[in-house]
């Protein structure tokens, strides 16, 4: 057990629908990354957040925006779903990650299925 | 730039007898090298680490991993393996003071594990 946690599990639903996943890090992590897991595109770094602020983008789309909390717990929301966004989301966490990439813990994932 | 090749996308070894999963970087900058584990419906599990200091590098579950700048490679082994190595291995590079926009995940090695 890495100590971060994601809900939900599983979500499914519809082409057009909007979601909200949720992901708490390990005790005393500042930073929280998000990220894509698909069978074609491998792993794909998504967004990544540093103590409230957002501190690295990746390959994001605009239909995908993130937030982290004062408690330091995260938000992935993802709107206007299509059937390409199914796939695995993970969220990691690592003590820092301001000026020195450590090494994180990933969350268990989110499996969204969009139909 | 960074890049990160991991060379065989299946291996497949007997119980008990040694694993090599092959992984080569190229880096613009000091690279920090992982490697992790997925097993099936898993999330990523941080295997060991490499930040430059010892170039041969002890991690769990008995695996090992040695940093060799001259031939750009950071290839993990085993010295025998078990069924519950079975698993997803990512070979993983950033710089170690760049964004996390360049952390550059593997596309991944599957290990199959015959009784």
């Known amino acids: 057990d890495s100590g971060v946690t994601q809900t939900p599990k599983h979500l499914i639903t519809a082409t057009g629908q909007r979601v909200t996943l949720r992901c708490s890090p390990r005790?005393?992590?500042?930073?929280v990354y998000w990220y894509q897991q698909s069978l074609d595109q491998g792993l794909q770094f998504l967004i990544q957040y540093y103590n409230g602020e957002e501190r690295a983008k990746g390959n994001i789309l605009e239909r995908f925006s993130a937030q982290q909390f004062p408690d330091l717990h995260s938000e992935l929301n993802l709107s206007s779903l299509e059937l390409g966004d199914s796939a695995l989301y993970f969220c990691?966490?690592?003590?820092?990650?301001?000026?020195?990439?450590?090494?994180?813990?990933f969350g268990p994932g989110t499996r969204l299925t969009v139909t | 730039a960074q890049s990160v090749t991991q060379l065989d996308s299946h291996v497949s070894v007997s119980e008990g007898t040694p694993v090599l999963l092959r992984c080569n970087y190229s880096s613009s900058y000091s690279p920090s090298l992982f490697w992790y584990v997925q097993h099936p419906n898993k999330g990523l599990q941080l295997l060991l680490k490499y930040t430059s200091a010892a170039t041969l590098v002890k991690g769990i579950n008995g695996f090992e991993a040695e940093f060799k700048k001259s031939e750009t490679s950071f290839h993990l082994t085993k010295p025998s393996a078990h069924m519950s190595d079975a698993a997803e291995y990512f070979c993983v590079v950033s710089g170690r003071y760049s964004s996390a926009s360049k952390i550059i995940f593997g596309s991944g090695t599957r290990l199959s594990i015959r009784p």
């Open positions: 990691a966490s690592s003590v820092r990650g301001d000026r020195e990439n450590y090494e994180q813990y």
């Open positions: 005790s005393g992590d500042l930073s």
